[in-house]
């Protein structure tokens, strides 16, 4: 059976604009080939409220779970709660359990919960919350789409969260080894063992390392015993490695 | 009149797999920032066919520019070349001046051009060739998609190329504001701020340091004289920052 599959949603003008490096995806993608849940795709949109619903609509069709980070905060461009609200045509609105969570929280600091601060507790109607052990504000779910905060301490722990409730597949399997030919040496080689071994999937990432080309030749599979079995044939072609 | 945009299109297995962190993405941002064409989108997608040729065309007609990176080496799974020209319904085959190269700089090095690299001279019909000042095997253009390598400093170097060439559009100035105060206090005065200069752009980005919330507030805007108008009030807003 084909593992789940899921997608990741990145929203935020400051990755595109290049003055922030995504963390989150590096993340997400290990978090998830550790429980067999196959991530197919990866975008990143702007704080553009049409080009968030288009795309929370297609990737929630597409796949079997969506993730995304950023845009949940207390300020004016944090428009992802609203637009998921508007993709899957709910209404939303500032929701007693998320109120009480924030109240509670800046209420053992006694700090006021303005209405900057209640923006954090809009919630899609009929989402389930997503803890927040880190400072409060939670995420939240709705249908297959999980909506995250960006800031990576809290989307690793929201991470956390969820991917247990999620259905996981075989994990993916992956041995490397590392060639120090340049990668059109070894083409010719590992498409015959491509052949041989097509329940695995074999992926070469070319390096050039103080002017030697190199590359890292990657097999990947849910069978351990197949992994080891390719793994020696290829020991064996590329010797010098 | 509003900035060309462009959307990148990330392809490879490694980095949904978590085994690889792009380094692209973040290159080609800020490097696009600078002369005025804004990046609207990105899409990573796996070593996968009707994946490839679905975001190609996609995003080939959204966006005034696309650049693909990945996917153009020698081995089995380089499968770039091949959706590009199935994306836009042209034939692909070894060319006489892409081989030329090849057979140019290997016959410099005494080295064979096997079949696997004669791989890397495959280009569809009508592309212009991207020249590799790193290692030879060349990128190319169809219509508005620039494909180009994932090797990091390959992938520079034909981005140098080809910048040159794309109109490009004002420049976006950014200036930022270190603000040591909970993203939840300063909301509301940005808010404010925000429609006050309604041709600027106010984003705000949390951060947690030592226990300590804080948020750097970024105004982006084209005019640098009314960035700096915004610069001093926002200065004023927040006299601790």
Known sequence: MPNPTAAMLVIGDEILSGRT????????????????????????????????????????????????????????????????????????????????????AYGAR???????????????????????????????????????????AVFQAMVASVLPTLTGGTPLLSQSLRVMRPESEIASPLRDLAAEFSDLSFGSYPFQTDGVYGANVVVRGQDGARLDAAMVKLSEVFPDA
Chains 1, 2 share one sequence.
């Open 21 to 104: 490096r995504d963390a989150n995806m590096h993340h997400l993608a290990q978090e998830l080939v550790k429980v067999g849940i196959d991530l197919k795709e990866v975008r990143v949109v702007s704080d553009d409220a049409p080009a968030i619903v288009a795309a929370v609509r297609a990737l929630s069709e597409a796949f079997d779970t969506v993730i995304t980070s950023g845009g949940i905060g207390p300020t004016h461009d944090d428009i992802t709660a609203d637009c998921i609200a508007e993709a899957f045509g709910r209404s939303i609105d500032v929701r007693d359990d998320a109120r009480q969570l924030l109240a509670d």
């Open 110 to 152: 006694g700090v006021e919960l303005t209405e900057a601060r209640l923006r954090m507790a809009r919630i899609p109607d009929g989402a389930a919350l997503i803890d927040n052990p880190v400072s409060t504000a939670p995420g939240f779910t709705v249908e297959n789409v999980h909506v995250m905060a960006g800031v990576p």
